[in-house]
């Protein structure tokens, strides 16, 4: 039996035959919106944001664990490899499942030398894209509304996704501009 770690859509939407699932968490890595995506929640030329994972000692992403029997196992893979091929690799890592038990995992991470990556901006320029993009899975505002509201039913915290699901709201609160852009200024 095998395990596959989600974080990010795969907490909501594994779309692939499990046996198992539990919340789990991973030491040492933090989620993060610095993702492109351009085949999902965005298209070439004006990409969403998603998550990754990026390496911070002192974080804890909570998420899904799912068991795969051994007899799907490849095929199980063989599909996420397809879904998550917008620059995501494959590793394996340590987790924490919820009751204490240690798993061995299976997680897709997107690193910063693949070519959709994004890297880190102000939560205020990372939630104007996440209003505006849309691709083949939905709305990118779906993803991290979603995100948020699974971490909230399994009684998670996440800073950087409350931080900017909340962003969100006040943004579509606020009365808008019709002067002003997101984009920014020629030049
Ligand atoms: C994941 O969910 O674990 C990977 C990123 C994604 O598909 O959203």
């Not at 950087?160 to 808008?176: C, N, Q, T, Y």
């Amino acid at each position: 039996m095998r395990w596959i770690f989600g974080y990010g859509s795969l907490v909501w939407r594994p779309a692939f035959e499990h046996l198992e699932r539990r919340p789990a968490r991973l030491r040492g890595w933090a989620r993060r919106f610095w993702q492109g995506s351009t085949d999902h929640r965005g298209v070439p030329g004006a990409p969403g944001r998603v998550v990754t994972l990026v390496e911070a000692p002192e974080a804890t992403t909570a998420g899904m664990a799912y068991r795969v029997s051994d007899d799907v196992f490849e095929a199980v893979i063989a599909k996420l490899d397809h879904r998550e091929k917008g620059g995501y690799e494959r590793r394996v890592v340590a987790l924490e499942a919820h009751g204490g038990a240690r798993l061995s995992a299976l997680v897709y991470l997107a690193g910063p030398s693949n070519p959709h990556y994004l890297g880190p901006a102000a939560a205020d320029r990372i939630v104007a894209q996440i209003d505006r993009a849309r691709g083949p899975s939905g709305p990118n505002d779906e993803y991290l509304l979603r995100l948020e509201r699974w971490l909230r039913d399994v009684g998670e915290r996440d800073a950087h996704v409350f931080e900017l699901a909340a962003a969100l709201r006040r943004r579509r609160a606020a009365p808008r501009d019709p002067r002003a852009s997101d984009r920014p200024p020629p030049g």
